[in-house]
């Protein structure tokens, strides 16, 4: 059975930095491309970033592109975000999400989700 | 980057019904490369759809989606209880992936 373990959420100031981190087992991780998607409370699904297998290839949407780094580490079965200069519209719910193929595509498998509350 | 519109925003229904849900892109999705998800309160999403009109594992067969360039549909043959939910189409043909915004399927 696939799980998917967010982590690293939590209440952080405008202006600092955050970094959550997704545990991933019950599939082989460096086989499929992963994902962040985050929603607001209340909102609907915003896709936030994708990284596929090998970490060859890598995307953001606009409204994060210069602030946030996705990464993974294989040999540990993570995927990681660095949310730097992190505002008041990036509080939401940051789910990991599991692709269907190496490379991005479908998202198939969901996290429970961590919970980022930016505010002063 | 690809604006995904659903219609209608809200669905009111009653089981047993048929419902009908559109997605309709600012721009074609290549290869049709659109999927679509269900979200239930407090709930992660779900993959109900890949690549328009596939779907995925262990999904009820009453689920079927179509369409290909800018216009696609998610049909619910016959609505189950458990069905009543929020619904989302995505699109993975261009960068950035996008979500629509969402239809709310509701019992009437």
């Known amino acids: 059975e696939v799980q998917l373990v967010e982590s690293g959420g939590g209440l952080v100031q405008p202006g600092r930095s955050l970094r959550l981190s997704c545990a991933a087992s019950?599939?082989?991780?460096?086989?499929?491309?992963m994902h962040w998607v985050r929603q607001a409370p209340g909102k609907g699904l915003e896709w936030v970033s994708g990284i596929n297998w090998k970490s060859g290839s890598i995307g953001y949407a606009d409204s994060v592109k210069g602030r946030f780094t996705i990464s993974r580490d294989n040999a540990k079965n993570s995927l990681y975000m660095l949310m730097n200069s992190l505002r008041a519209e990036d509080t939401a719910f940051y789910y990991c999400?599991?692709?269907?193929?190496?490379?991005?595509?479908?998202?198939?498998?969901w996290g429970q989700g961590t919970l980022v509350t930016v505010s002063s | 980057e690809i604006v995904l519109t659903q219609s209608p925003g809200t669905l009111s229904l009653s089981p047993g019904e048929r419902a009908t849900l559109s997605c309709r892109a600012s721009q074609r999705v290549s290869n049709s490369y659109l999927a679509w998800c269900q979200q239930k309160p407090g709930q992660a999403p779900r993959l109900l759809i890949y690549g328009a009109s596939s779907r995925a594992t262990g999904i009820p067969d009453r689920f079927s989606g179509s369409g290909s360039g800018t216009d696609f549909t998610l049909t619910i043959s016959r609505l189950e209880p458990e069905d009543f939910a929020v619904y989302y189409c995505q699109q993975y043909g261009s960068s950035p992936i996008t979500f629509g915004q969402g239809t709310r399927l509701e019992i009437k």
């Open positions: 999400a599991k692709d269907m193929s190496g490379e991005m595509g479908a998202i198939k498998d």
């Open positions: 019950g599939f082989t991780f460096d086989d499929y491309a």
